[in-house]
């Protein structure tokens, strides 16, 4: 059965470092999103993709964080530098479509450590 | 603004024995889709069942099974003859039906099965 796919695991860095983590959707998927689980939350939606297009990047703290998809499938998402406050799972889902009853797939997760 | 309530941070239920998750939202819309999310312990969160507001009729997934209340923005779940395998965090969701596909999570509930 085909799977969202993440890289690494997990990953612990310090303040200040850089870091950046890697999807790979599921095959056919044109939507793309990254969300940020804080423990004890739920997911909050930091971009989304449509194809290589950002769609969504609202909630995206786009002076450390930045996004890409270049190619209209993986994607990467890179911090830098990284603050204590990012310490948190970053998922990501992917869904053949951007919306309607179309079902969003998660990948495992990255848990993102920052000392 | 939407928001996803799950005023249950845990329930514990036995086997064999019925639990019901609940689930309050807030919005303005008439047409919108809501879930049931599934994490358990280090692996990826699953679709459990999923109810677009247009639909009276309550949906059924196997021995899930939801309480969709309109008027009153409730979504509740029941798990029915629950298992060791149940055991799990367990988020609402909602879309808006017109949105880019975004989903805003409630803080979750988990649960606790008991043999």
């Known amino acids: 059965e085909a799977e969202v796919a993440q890289s690494p695991r997990y990953k612990i860095t310090e303040k200040s470092q850089a870091v950046a983590f890697w999807c790979d959707p599921i095959?056919?998927?044109?939507?793309l999103y990254w969300y940020r689980q804080i423990l004890g939350q739920g997911p909050e939606l930091l971009v989304q993709?449509?194809?290589?297009?950002?769609?969504?990047d609202s909630q995206l703290p786009k002076d450390r964080f930045s996004a890409e998809r270049l190619k209209g499938v993986d994607s990467t998402l890179k911090i830098q530098p990284a603050e204590l406050g990012d310490s948190a799972m970053y998922l990501c889902?992917?869904?053949?479509?951007?919306?309607?009853?179309?079902?969003?797939?998660f990948g495992p997760g990255t848990r993102l450590t920052v000392l | 603004a939407q928001t996803v309530t799950q005023s249950q941070p845990e329930m514990s239920v036995q086997e064999a024995e019925t639990v019901t998750l609940s689930c309050t939202y807030d919005?303005?819309?008439?047409?919108?889709?809501l879930f049931w999310y599934k994490q358990p312990p280090s692996r990826q969160m699953i679709l459990v069942i999923r109810q677009e507001a247009y639909k009276q009729q309550n949906a059924t997934e196997n021995r899930f099974s939801v309480n969709f209340q309109k008027a009153a923005k409730s979504f509740s779940l029941k798990i029915s003859d629950s298992q060791l395998g149940d055991a799990a965090m367990y988020f609402c969701?909602?879309?808006?039906?017109?949105?880019?596909?975004?989903?805003?999570f409630g803080a979750g509930t988990q649960v606790v099965v008991t043999p």
């Open positions: 969701a909602y879309r808006r039906s017109d949105s880019w596909g975004k989903l805003q």
């Open positions: 889902a992917s869904s053949l479509a951007r919306a309607g009853r179309n079902e969003q797939f």
């Open positions: 095959s056919g998927h044109a939507t």
């Open positions: 919005t303005s819309e008439s047409d919108y889709y």
């Open positions: 993709f449509q194809d290589e297009s950002v769609v969504d």
